[in-house]
C-alpha cells in the first residue's frame, strides 16, 4: 500500500466546512507533532505529491500554521498551492547521512490488515454504513476517502439521530454530491432521515431542488415538516414512488404545487407516482384530504393510514374512486370506520391482499361478510380488537378466502371453537394466527386447527383458557410453530 494510505488529513483552519463533522458530529482529530528530523525540501524526491486533490471540505487549507514557503516543521501533512503533500519523516540517526541511503535502510512499515482487502471488498463493507459513519471513513486516508465516494455508495442517504443537524447535513452532501453535474444530483435515489426531529422544510426543499431522480423518501417522526415541503419533493421529484411520513403530525394532504399543476402538460394530468404512502400516526388527517391524496396519487398499491383518527367512511368512499389498484390497506385504529367502510373496500375485489381494521369497533359481521364476498384474494386480516365479530363473520370469511395466510382475531370474545373448526376445514395454508384474549376459545379448536393446518408457524393463544395437553398437541402435529402463551406449565 502506498505512503498516502497511512496519512491522515490535517485539521481543518477556521471557516472550512467539513462534511464529516457536519454528518457525523464528531470533532477533528489534532494531527500529531513530527519528528525533528524531516524531509521538507520541495525539489526533493522525498515529498510525495497527490496529483487529485479531495474536497476542500474534506482537506485542510493551503494556509496552515507552521508551514511556510513550502517548508514543513511541526505537521505531518500540509498544503501547498492546493495540493496534498504527505510529509515523510527520517528514520532515528544512523553513521549514513545521504537521504536516499537512510530512507532504503529504514525498517517496511508493517501493513494494516484491511488494507490487504482489495477496493471492491472495502466498497461493499462500506454500503453497509450509515451516512455519518461513511463520512468518518472518509476521513482516514487517501484510499478510503476515494472509496468512500464511490457513485455507487451514494445512491442512498440515511440519517440517524435526533441530535444532528440534518437540514446543513443534507446541504453539504448534496453539494458535494452536485460536483459532476452542478447543481443536481443524478445519483441519488433513496433518503431515509427517520427520527431525525431536526429536520425541517429546509432540508426538504434542499432535497427536492437538487435531487430529481429520488424514488424513495422517509422521514417518519419527524414531526417538524409541514405540507408545503412535502408539496415541494412530489412536485420537483417526479419518479418517486415511496414515501412514508409517518408521525409527521403537521401533514394533512399529499399534493402538487400550484406551479408544478399549470406547468403539467394535459396527457400528464395532475398525478403523481408514488406507489407507497404511509401515514400512520398522521392526527390531522381528514376526509377532505384523503381525498385529495386519493385524486393525486392514483396508483398507489400500499396505503397505511393507522391511527388517523379522524377518517371516516367517506373518506374511504373517495379512496376507492380513484386508487383502484390498492393490494395492501390499513385503516387500524381509525375509530370512525365502519361496516359502510369496508363495503367500500370490499369494491376493490380481488386486487386487494392485506387488509388491517384492527380496533375499529364499529365493525361487525356485516362488514367481514363484504369483504370475504368480493376479495377472494385475501391473504392477510388484522381484526384485533372488533368486538363485533361472532363466529358467522370467521365462518363466512373462512368459506371464500380460502387462500389465507395470516388472521388475527385477538380480543374477539365472540368468537369460539365454531369458527376456528370452519377456519381450520377451509384454510390449510393457514401460517399465522392470533386469538390473544378470546374468552370463548378451548383446547379443543385448537387441536382441530393443529391437525389440518400442517404449516402453522406461530399460534398465540395468550389468555386463553387452553390446557396443557392442548398445547403439546399443537406442537406435535405442527412442529415448526412457534407458540405465543400464558401458561406457565407449557415450556
Not at 443524478?186 to 424514488?215: F, H, K, N, W
Request: with cysteine; hydrophobic share 35%.
Amino acid at each position: 500500500m502506498g505512503a498516502n494510505n497511512g496519512k491522515q488529513y490535517g485539521s481543518e483552519g477556521k471557516g472550512s466546512s467539513s462534511i464529516s463533522s457536519d454528518v457525523s458530529s464528531s470533532t477533528d482529530h489534532t494531527p500529531t507533532k513530527a519528528q525533528k528530523n524531516v524531509a521538507t525540501s520541495e525539489d526533493s524526491d522525498l515529498s510525495m505529491r497527490t496529483l487529485s486533490t479531495p474536497s476542500p471540505a474534506l482537506i485542510c487549507p493551503p494556509n496552515l500554521p507552521g508551514f511556510q514557503n513550502g517548508r514543513g516543521s511541526s505537521t505531518s501533512s500540509s498544503s501547498i498551492t492546493g495540493e496534498t503533500v504527505a510529509m515523510v519523516h527520517s528514520p532515528p540517526p544512523t553513521r549514513l547521512t545521504h537521504p536516499l541511503i537512510r530512507l532504503a535502510s529504514r525498517p517496511q512499515k508493517e501493513q494494516a490488515s484491511i488494507d490487504r482487502l482489495p477496493d471492491q471488498a472495502m466498497v461493499q463493507i462500506f454500503s453497509f454504513l450509515p451516512t455519518n459513519q461513511l463520512c468518518r471513513c472518509a476521513r482516514v486516508c487517501r484510499r478510503w476517502y476515494n472509496l468512500a465516494w464511490d457513485p455507487r455508495l451514494w445512491r442512498t442517504i440515511r440519517l440517524t439521530g435526533e441530535t444532528i443537524n440534518v437540514d446543513r447535513a443534507l446541504k453539504v452532501l448534496t453539494r458535494r454530491l452536485c460536483q459532476d453535474t452542478p447543481n443536481v444530483c443524478l445519483m441519488l435515489e433513496t433518503v431515509t432521515v427517520s427520527g431525525c426531529r431536526r429536520l425541517t422544510d429546509r432540508g426538504l426543499y434542499t432535497i427536492a431542488q437538487c435531487c430529481p431522480e429520488l424514488r424513495r423518501l422517509e422521514v417518519s417522526g419527524c414531526y417538524n415538516i409541514s405540507n408545503e415541503a412535502v408539496f415541494d419533493v412530489v412536485s420537483l421529484c417526479p419518479n418517486l414512488e415511496h414515501l412514508d411520513v409517518s408521525g409527521c403530525s403537521k401533514v394533512t394532504c399529499i399534493s402538487l404545487t400550484r406551479e408544478a399543476s399549470i406547468k403539467l402538460s394535459p396527457l400528464h394530468g395532475k398525478q403523481i407516482s408514488i406507489r407507497y404512502l404511509d401515514m400512520t400516526d398522521c392526527f390531522v388527517l381528514e376526509d377532505e384530504g384523503l381525498h385529495t391524496i386519493a385524486a393525486h396519487c392514483t396508483q398507489l398499491t400500499h396505503l397505511y393510514l393507522r391511527r388517523c383518527v379522524r377518517l371516516t367512511d367517506e373518506g374511504l368512499r373517495y379512496l376507492v374512486i380513484y386508487c383502484t389498484s390498492i393490494k395492501e390497506l390499513s385503516v387500524s385504529d381509525c375509530r370512525f370506520v365502519s361496516d359502510f367502510g369496508l363495503r367500500e373496500i370490499a369494491k376493490l375485489e380481488s386486487r386487494l391482499r392485506y387488509l388491517s381494521i384492527a380496533h375499529c369497533g364499529r365493525v361487525t359481521d356485516v362488514g367481514i361478510r363484504y369483504v370475504a364476498k368480493y376479495c377472494g384474494k385475501l391473504r392477510y386480516l388484522n381484526a384485533r380488537g372488533c368486538e363485533g365479530i361472532t363466529d358467522h363473520g370467521v365462518e363466512y370469511l373462512a368459506k371464500n378466502c380460502t387462500k389465507l395466510k395470516s388472521l388475527d382475531i385477538g380480543k374477539c370474545p365472540l368468537v369460539s371453537d365454531t369458527g376456528l373448526e370452519c377456519l381450520a376445514l377451509n384454510c390449510f395454508n393457514l401460517k399465522r394466527l392470533s386469538l390473544k384474549s378470546c374468552e370463548s376459545i378451548t383446547g379443543q379448536g385448537l387441536q382441530i386447527v393443529a391437525a389440518n393446518c400442517f404449516d402453522l408457524q406461530m399460534l398465540n393463544v395468550q389468555d386463553c383458557e387452553v390446557s396443557v395437553e392442548a398445547l403439546r398437541f399443537v406442537k406435535r402435529h405442527c412442529k415448526r410453530c412457534v407458540i405465543e402463551h400464558t401458561n406457565p406449565a407449557f415450556f
